[in-house]
């Protein structure tokens, strides 16, 4: 039974072993020779020092593509021209799903034609001597950022080329992402990889790691996502990482999205060891964006005007071309550019918000109840709780892919535009705290003249994306 313990030193090998005869350039890895290699990065490469002693948020996009040298190109001028801090390898699809041959096809088609044939970086095709020719290359810390379950082969020669970030989790890669991977089977295969990650911070070499916050990225209420964050912190504590940044999802109101950073930070510090240093990181929002890109840079800019009250410790920037699918490099660095100008204009100022104490303070109790859960349903243990949790429906996230969750909750927008829960399933709550959220969605619904309905769900779904917060009914205005 699988439980939240350290793997062994003589399991670690073994499953190292074995993990690297999947692909050829596994071969290549040689743990100490890789630690000599990353003690000879310089300091401002090092990513952990970068973030964790930075005086505002630093900027982060996403972009991979298959070719190194377009790669390099792409990252360089996201550097240069976006202004980015940190600076992200996206690996391709491919790779997520294990499947190392066909993102070798695609890399060859790719050098053949010249054309991205690859929606992602594939790292283990490229190997250790690509990864250190674009960590050596790039002029700033640089984080693989990805979306796969079983990511063990992908650490382990992401780390001994040189990358010092690693995003993702056993629940953060697994409820959004896949059917094919049962909960037990993605939390067992990342705790190896967070496991070598502590091998390296026992080295000296901080590998920090990032859970993936939004989860699905729609409407996701806040302490869901920190409740999985402080989980996937713990598990990879346990096994010696020490350097962790939370993640958390724009909902789009500044309330409760600057009330949810606070909490995040806050629980984050409390929950976990106190020798892991906890940052946060803020993603722009991750949901359906408008077509038009004016509209598009206005949703940009009021996730740079969020995180500038915040004060997150790194921001996921996205693109006035978001809609369309990958941006081109140009736009990316235009995203870029937008949430730091904004940021930049607002961090000075002493903006004060009404509501964000009280926010907080329902978020808190929100997250403390299913932790609690979490912990009585494991005895203690943070793995066997988790699994045991999901199972019942106690622990849920809405509109989930996976069957390792129920799917069964379902958020709505209340009058404000904040997120609650309007369809609570076998989520583990307090009665006092589903009362509040029922009588917020009871003022909207009183306000838009209808009755609560899973028609507030589907509208506010789209809201957004239709140049919208709060999805109401065509016609009808709050007064």
């Known amino acids: 039974m699988i439980r939240d313990e350290r793997i062994p030193a003589d399991e670690l090998r073994r499953i190292d072993e074995e993990i690297r005869s999947d692909w050829h350039t596994g071969d290549e890895v040689d743990f100490e020779e890789a630690i000599e290699y990353h003690e000879s990065l310089p300091a401002h490469k090092r990513f952990a020092d970068v973030l964790e002693s930075a005086d505002k948020p630093l900027l982060q996009p996403r972009a991979g593509v298959p070719r190194l040298d377009d790669q390099i190109e792409l990252l360089q001028y996201l550097l240069e021209e976006g202004q980015a801090d940190l600076l992200p390898t996206t690996i391709d699809s491919y790779t997520r799903d294990n499947e190392y041959e066909k993102a070798q096809q695609g890399l060859e088609k790719a050098r053949e034609t010249g054309d991205d044939t690859l929606n992602g970086f594939p790292a283990v095709n490229h190997g250790i001597d690509g990864c250190r020719r674009l960590i050596d290359e790039v002029d700033a810390p640089i984080e693989v950022r990805h979306g796969t379950p079983d990511a063990r082969l992908l650490a382990a020669i992401t780390f001994a080329g040189g990358f010092q970030s690693f995003e993702g989790g056993p629940i953060s890669y697994n409820i959004p992402y896949t059917k094919r991977h049962g909960l037990e089977e993605t939390i067992e295969k990342w705790q190896f990889v967070d496991r070598l990650a502590g091998a390296y911070t026992e080295r000296g070499i901080r590998i920090n790691r990032e859970p993936f916050g939004p989860l699905t990225g729609t409407l996701v209420p806040p302490s869901i996502a920190i409740a999985v964050m402080l989980v996937e912190g713990k598990l990879a504590a346990t096994q010696g990482v020490r350097s962790i940044t939370l993640g958390y999802g724009q909902v789009g109101n500044v309330v409760q999205d600057v009330a949810a950073l606070h909490a995040l930070k806050k629980l984050g510090n409390e929950y976990l060891p106190d020798e892991v240093v906890v940052t946060t990181v803020f993603h722009e929002w991750m949901g359906g964006f408008p077509p038009d890109e004016a509209r598009a840079n206005g949703v940009i800019s009021f996730g740079g005007m969020t995180a500038a009250i915040a004060q997150p410790d790194k921001v996921i920037t996205k693109s006035p071309q978001e809609f369309q699918g990958v941006p081109t490099m140009e736009a990316n660095s235009a995203g870029l ?143």
């Open 337 to 479: 550019r937008t949430t730091r100008q904004v940021i930049d204009m607002a961090i000075e100022q002493d903006i004060q918000i009404d509501g964000i104490e009280e926010e907080q303070d329902l978020i808190e109790r929100e997250t403390r109840c299913l932790m609690d859960t979490i912990f009585e349903h494991g005895d203690g243990d943070v793995v066997q709780g988790t699994l045991k949790a999901f199972d019942s429906g106690a622990l849920d996230v809405p509109f989930a892919p996976s069957d390792s969750a129920a799917g069964a909750v379902l958020p709505a927008r209340d009058d404000d535009g904040r997120v609650r829960i309007f369809e609570w399933a076998d989520l583990e709550m307090d009665d006092d705290i589903k009362e509040i959220h029922k009588a917020r969605l009871s003022q909207r619904a009183a306000t838009e003249g209808r009755e609560q309905s899973f028609r507030m769900v589907a509208d506010d779904v789209d809201a957004i994306s239709d140049g919208k917060l709060i999805g109401r009914p065509q016609g009808d205005v709050k007064i």
